[in-house]
Structure formats: structure tokens, C-alpha cells
């Protein structure tokens, strides 16, 4: 689960906290004594999501460098679009930094993204695309880029086709059974 999703609850928990906190008569010294510590902790956190000055830790670590790995990807792609494999983060954020067209191709172990519904996939059809991945075992014989964020593999496709959009409509719907002669 991505921490963004539940953000929107802290202000309220906060709020709720200090009610029970003060209705159950605990003790308002401690909570006068840690909001300065607290205080100094989130804004370190916070300066460090905007800012990478412990370049050797790797808290959060795709917070960071995400110019550097999209403009690599970007100079494979040599002007291609850019399907990524099994991530709804990558080509976001590759979007986003590059202003370069990519997609979302899930494989059937991979969950369905925003992608499967924006209708960007018909777009791509039958042209020649990036096909990339931070993922080794699609491309065993690539030799990847490494960036801060990882290794990055990759090859051309010159005439794409997905199938993610096919879906399997049954020739029938109900199904009775038999019984073998002489079963019970």
C-alpha cells in the first residue's frame, strides 16, 4: 500500500490522539517535552524527501534521482514510446520528467493500473516501441543501464500488439452436469 493513500487521515488522528490523550488525563508535560523533538524529525524527513543529502542511505530511494533513470531510458528509447513491464510507477514518472509518451503492460502475474482503462494502449499498436523493465528475467540476454534507482533493460519491439484489452467471452454460460451410467 502506498503511503499516500493514507495521509489523508493523519490531521484527524492527530486531533483525535490529543482529545483522548487530555480526556484521559495523561500527562500534557510529556506531550509539551516531544513536540519539539517531533516537530524537528518531520521537518528533517521532509527536507530529505525534496533533498538527497545522505547520498550513501537509501530510506526511500525512489523519492530520488528519477530524472537521472528517465532520461536513460529516454536515450534508449531514441524517440520510441516506452512500454513499461508490471509498473504503474515507472511510466508515470517517466511521463512526468521526460514528457515522453509510455504504457503500463501488465503480465498476468501484475494487478491492472490506470492503464488498462486510459485508452493509450489502441495508440500503440503496430508501432515500433521501447519495451523496458528494472526487472532482469524479461530480457535474460540485455545488458542494462545501471542508474541510481537500478538497472534498467530493455529492447526494441518493431511492431507492437498487446492483448490486455482481449477479453474471453464464453460460448456458453451454463453448464450442466452428467452423471456416468451406474453412478450415483
Avoid: C
Avoid at 495521509?7 to 490523550?21: E, K, R, S
Avoid at 530529505?48 to 528509447?77: C, S
Avoid at 523493465?133 to 537500478?150: H, I, L, R, V
Amino acid at each position: 500500500m502506498e503511503a499516500n493513500w493514507t495521509v489523508m487521515v493523519f490531521a484527524p488522528l492527530v486531533i483525535l490522539a490529543h482529545q483522548g490523550i487530555v480526556r484521559q488525563g495523561y500527562s500534557v508535560k510529556v506531550l509539551k517535552a516531544l513536540w519539539i523533538p517531533s516537530l524537528v524529525l518531520v521537518a528533517v524527513v521532509r527536507v530529505y524527501m525534496m533533498w538527497d543529502f545522505l547520498p550513501g542511505v537509501r530510506i526511500r530511494p525512489e523519492i530520488h534521482h528519477n530524472e537521472e533513470w528517465t532520461a536513460e531510458v529516454k536515450k534508449q528509447a531514441a524517440g520510441r514510446p516506452v512500454v513499461f513491464l508490471n509498473s504503474y510507477q515507472q511510466p508515470s514518472k517517466y511521463m512526468f520528467y521526460q514528457g515522453a509518451s509510455a504504457y503500463s503492460l501488465n503480465t498476468i502475474q501484475s494487478r491492472r493500473s490506470q492503464y488498462n482503462f486510459w485508452p493509450m494502449e489502441e495508440k500503440l499498436w503496430g508501432k515500433e516501441i521501447w519495451l523496458a523493465s528494472s526487472d532482469k528475467n524479461y530480457f535474460p540476454d540485455a545488458e542494462g543501464k545501471k542508474t541510481a534507482q537500478g538497472t534498467f533493460y530493455g529492447r526494441p519491439v518493431k511492431d507492437f500488439y498487446s492483448y490486455s484489452l482481449l477479453q474471453l467471452i464464453p460460448a456458453q454460460s451454463e453448464f450442466e452436469r452428467k452423471q456416468e451410467p451406474g453412478a450415483r
